[in-house]
């Protein structure tokens, strides 16, 4: 029963600043958002006000209680805007959480969606070095769209360990046409190389 | 006189593609990373020309070039090249909205990027050694 209380009682003022949301006040609406940070009720409240919300600062504190709530269900749709603001502040938001969005990359990266998959491959850049390059070797040895690859090739550029090589030039055979892929390719694999010699010694 | 471009994009092997092909045709290159670190240096010294990317951490895009057209001449006429994977009607309506001269979709060939750029700088290729 006082759990019962207690939730009734931290989810009311939550609902109040979920409703302040809306308010006509920029000021009024960034408040709320700040004070919803701690709110895991007031997740969804935050992730529906970002569609409509065109100030600035208020998406960015919206943005910033969604990455302290680790609410990355409330974040996730807006990879797909048409808006160019609102996919760099979701993607913002979800590098801030890594942990909670680990779950979720290996379907985020095959979405069915090419823009979709080619941001995700940017939030591969906060794991572990090898659990990156292990993604990116499953994207580049199965993806069609060019620009999906060459995020991937960015990542593994950065983080790329010797075993994305073969698939690194499987790749570039593949997309031999395009100008940009098999120049990346081939910095990244030279990148990769000096790195290993490096650890070599 | 060396033209000087500014390229804008997030991503480190995009920005070594462009520079390589501008260095090339005798350009002078300059780099940021997102909207907010080309305002920074745009307010510190001019560019001939921009190549922006829509999608980049920080300051995307097209709130960059918002950003920049409402500063004062001759900062707020410089011409930019909006450089983006995001191939839809309306990216391309969103970014000539936003002050964006010409929109070009990723990949991009490096003798289709260095005609827009040469049209954009206001002649030919300089140096020509590609």
Redesign the interface.
Known sequence: MPLIRKDAASSAPAREHADLLRSDDADERWRAARSLATSPAGAAALGAALAGEQD?RVREAIFTSLARLGAVDSVLPHLRS????L??GA??AL?AMTDAVRPHLRSLLADPD??VR??SCELTRALPAREANSLMIEVIDREAH??VC??A??VL??LGEATAIASLERCATRFAG????P??IQ??IERIKAQQEATDG | MTKRVLIIDD????R??YR?ALQRAGYETAEAMNGLEALEYLLAQPADLLIVD??????????FLRALRRQALPLAATPALVTS??A?Q??IN?ARAAGANFYLV?????DLFLRYVALLCGGAPQGASR
Request: charged residues 20%.
């Open positions: 600035p048409d808006d160019a603001n996919r760099t993607l913002d590098r090419p823009d080619l941001l060019a620009n060459a995020s090739v960015d550029a950065e395009q100008g940009f892929l120049f990346a910095v990244a | 991503a480190n092997l995009v070594m593609y390589d829509v999608n980049m951490p920080t300051m995307d895009g097209l709130t994977t995001e839809a309306v990216d969103a990723k990949p991009i060939a490096q």
